[in-house]
């Protein structure tokens, strides 16, 4: 039984797990967008704030803007794009989604995206997509940590 | 006793929660090998366990918030085809609980043969048993990026085809059992379709390999192993693109059995939380019942 205490001991000597520790959704209360959040191919721009932050038990919604900068002083200029809109929660690392945003139209260039939720924390895109029928024409990819 | 200890050392090594789900639907699907004196063996074994952090590709630890639970009933048998020559298949019946909502239905099923390449019919002092396997894995679980419900509980395995090869080396020493694992494997490119996208998703190789050891005495058996696991990023082509990244965990395991004649009973706790240095996981933390009949040559 001695050597097993050792072996254990050994083990946990050279491979014990040293985690470091942050809270789910922290990362969300550093982030406040003004300007281009990220750009289309097209590069035209796009940028969001949050309405409500999701919790990892709760839904949240924000706000997406598409448009340009203005040229004079590189503020943010609403306006509408070619095709529809719609937005999809994406984790890189693991490959796949969220489940799916509902997203409706506020004002020019303007939409509110609804029960957006994610699924375990990580690093997450928001993934913006101008859309012809379900063909995606154009995206802009807003990286987020959850 | 000799004999006996061998019996008792092949549930360790087969204890299904240290293959247990890393991530949504769960891991590779473990083989079903007879590592003893058996001519066939049959095993039920019951798990549950539950996700006790997220880990990103940065390597921080995030505490989950909520309960999330894994619950699997996994039924396994293995048959001698000759005297070095053996088949098995391990059938996992998978329930995700979490916030209230629940899923359950097939996992990913595991056909496995192998072939002893090192024998110790002469009981050598120091030259271990060796088993060497193929498997191949039946993506009958659904895979995550197939999932769209709120909580993804659909996803019930890796979800991809897959073929494996490994070692099995044992050794008895006087009480004490030891053993050493290795896998590679392959998961093969499939399509893929869902409310927000569709495309074909690439994983490849795979790896895992174990160690561990147990203490006999009597009709009890008392032992500890470590199973590291690894995972090439899955790509993802199509509407949605992205490249993926590593993920890797470790398992550690403590178990006590005890024989009762041609039956053998197992608890295990299994916990992903100890070693290693994971990253782009889940890590869970589960306990087993496992129950053996076995069928002597």
Known sequence: MRTLVLFVLGLCTISCAKPTYVSPGQDLNQQKVTGCAAHFKSGDCVTWNWETKSTPTTFGTFIVKTGRLNKADQSFLAQDLEGHLAVVLWMPGMGHGSSPVTVEKLDIGTYRASRVFFTMAGDWEIRVQLKDGDEIKDEAVIPLIF | ?297
Request: proline residues 3%; positive net charge.
């Open chain 2, 1 to 297: 006793m000799r004999s006996k200890t061998k019996l008792l050392f092949l549930l360790f090594f087969s204890t299904p929660s240290a293959w247990a789900a890393a991530c949504c639907g769960g891991g590779i699907s473990a083989p079903a090998l007879i590592a003893g004196q058996e001519k066939a063996q049959f095993t039920a074994t019951l798990t549950s366990g539950s996700i006790h952090a997220d880990v990103g590709r940065d390597g921080l630890w995030r505490a989950r918030q909520d309960s999330e639970t894994l619950n699997e009933m996994r039924l396994e048998a293995a048959h001698l085809l000759s005297d070095r020559w053996q088949a098995g298949i391990a059938l996992p019946l998978v329930r995700r609980e979490r916030e209230g909502q629940a899923a359950q239905g097939l996992g990913d099923i595991s056909l496995n043969g192998a072939y002893e390449y090192l024998t110790d019919w002469d009981y050598h002092p120091w030259r271990p048993k060796g088993l060497g396997y193929f498997h191949v894995t039946v993506p009958s679980g659904r895979a995550v990026q197939e999932s769209d419900d709120l909580y993804q509980l659909s996803a019930r395995g890796r979800g991809f085809w897959a073929i494996g090869a490994g070692t099995l080396l044992t050794k008895m020493f006087g009480h004490w059992d030891t053993f050493a694992h290795f896998e590679a494997h392959r998961s093969l490119a499939r399509d893929y379709s869902n409310a927000l996208s569709r495309g074909r998703i690439r994983p490849g190789l795979g790896a895992l390999y174990s160690a561990g050891l147990g203490y006999n005495w009597g009709e009890w058996r008392a032992g500890g192993a470590l199973l590291s696991t690894y995972e090439d990023p899955i790509a993802v082509e199509g509407e949605i693109r992205s490249n993926g990244s590593v993920q890797r965990y470790a398992t550690g395991t403590l178990s006590l059995a005890r024989t009762f004649g041609d039956w053998t009973a197992t608890l295990t706790y299994s916990d992903q939380t100890w070693f290693g240095s994971p990253a782009n996981t889940s890590l869970s933390r589960s306990w087993t019942v496992q129950v053996m009949h076995r069928w002597l040559r």
